[in-house]
């Protein structure tokens, strides 16, 4: 069964890239030099698709009236992203194939054989590697390497000789609307709630990039970081959406139907501006 779907979404998703790459929305990138997995170039009309699908929802949280645009740096101080946890624990788990050395993430390995490989531990996930010898992607051996921890950002140096800092290129967006904090908070007269919104390139080092446009080596974000006090009351309007029913996978029932005023009530969502921001991406 696990096995069935993941053939079935995995060929889906290739006819899909299939017909983007036909259409001009996305080129594999530096072809001419090779190509290299996981860049891909937005062709002439993926270009103008992405910037328009940014506006549109840049606009419809903009359209909120406490949250603002901003735009900070791809490239990050390794304080940054040591702060973050992001030095420390950004990483997956990645195994090499003995007889070519082509390295892929341990679980993606495993997808078909576990419902979620994801979650496996570094032990987890040897154990059942020597169980299942899945076959290699490129060579079709079954031997692998033992697992260890990658971690995924692209680092650099930023200046030149022994002044040089260490950092890396972003993993995300969002460390740029925490660090932003300070002026963000007069910006709104120092009141919250206020959110700070950004669309912006990412990076991560994935390992094997080799499920299309899911999982790229450079790719676009868009992240809202949204501050609250925790302490103040709450006045969230949720009558737009009073007689819509949203679906909701409550913990103690699972599949429900609910509105979403009524799942705040009943603590299905734990909080109203959760249940907030869930009706207002869903209406985007
Ligand atoms: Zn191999």
Redesign the pocket.
């Known amino acids: 069964m696990v096995r069935a779907m993941a053939e079935e979404s995995g060929s889906r998703l290739e006819r899909m890239s299939g017909m983007l790459k036909r259409r001009g929305f996305i080129l594999p990138a530096f072809e001419i030099h090779g190509g290299s997995k996981g860049l891909y170039d937005f062709g002439p009309n993926g270009g103008r698709l992405r910037n328009r699908v940014n506006q549109i929802w840049l606009d419809h949280w903009i359209s909120l009236g406490n949250v603002a645009e901003i735009s900070c740096p791809t490239i990050t101080p390794y304080e940054v992203l040591e702060a973050s946890g992001h030095v420390g624990e950004f990483s997956d788990f990645m195994t090499a194939?003995?007889?070519?050395?082509?390295v892929s993430r341990a679980d993606t390995l495993l997808e078909k054989d576990h419902p979620n490989p994801d979650s496996l531990s570094k032990l987890e996930l040897n154990d059942l590697l020597k169980v299942v010898q899945p076959e290699?992607?490129?060579?079709?051996?079954n031997q692998w390497a033992p697992v260890i921890a990658q971690n995924l950002m692209f680092n650099t140096t930023i200046g030149a000789g022994n002044s040089g800092r260490a950092g890396f290129l972003r993993p995300e967006t969002a460390q740029g609307m925490f660090t932003s904090f300070p002026s963000l908070y007069r910006h709104f007269r120092e009141k919250l709630p206020f959110g700070a919104i950004q669309v912006g390139k990412g990076y991560r080092n994935e390992i094997s990039p080799r499920q299309g446009m899911i999982r790229l080596r450079e790719f676009n974000m868009a992240e809202l970081e949204y501050f609250i006090d925790p302490e103040m009351p709450l006045d969230h309007d949720f009558t737009k959406w009073s007689e819509y029913e949203f679906n909701l996978i409550s913990e103690a029932k699972g599949e429900i139907k609910l509105s979403i005023s009524a799942a705040v009530d009943a603590g299905i969502v734990r909080h109203g501006t959760v249940g907030y921001f869930i009706a207002m991406t869903h209406d985007f």
């Open positions: 194939c003995l007889a070519c050395d082509d290699c992607p490129s060579c079709g051996s």
